[in-house]
Nanobody, 126 residues
Framework: VQLQASGGGLVQAGDSLRLTCAAS????????VAWFRQPPGKEREFVAA????????YYADSVKGRFTMSRDNAKNTIYLQMNSLKPEDTAAYSC????????????????????WGQGTLVTVSS
């Protein structure tokens, strides 16, 4: 499966953005899907994830209550709605997918995901 992320840009603190990740190659309704981000000069970090057959969405504490992840299986697309953006949200955001139902304890580990989209840059000015 190929992933294509888009929607990044330059915004001011308090603004909103919606990132989109479109998948092609095969249906990924039963994939575990996630968003990760890599701030400038820092390690990649987990943002949010969803698993097929699981009604929960899992978020990093730093984005909980501000970001909402969703998926549209009919469109083979996942989204990340980001509200109340802060300068510390500045990062390259990447989507990831894996055909396995990743166990909860491993969900936040980037090494668990086989497929990655290219990053889309989000810059939040103060």
């Amino acid at each position: 499966v190929q992933l294509q992320a888009s929607g990044g840009g330059l915004v001011q603190a308090g603004d909103s953005l919606r990132l989109t990740c479109a998948a092609s190659g095969q249906p990924f309704s039963r994939y575990t899907v996630a968003w990760f981000r890599q701030p400038p000069g820092k390690e990649r970090e987990f943002v949010a994830a969803m698993r097929w057959g699981d009604t929960n969405t899992y978020y990093a504490d730093s984005v909980k209550g501000r970001f909402t992840m969703s998926r549209d299986n009919a469109k083979n697309t996942i989204y990340l709605q980001m509200n109340s953006l802060k300068p510390e949200d500045t990062a390259a955001y990447s989507c990831a997918a894996d055909p396995n139902r990743i166990i909860l304890s491993a969900l936040r580990s980037s090494g668990q995901y086989d497929y990655w989209g290219q990053g889309t840059l989000v810059t939040v000015s103060s």
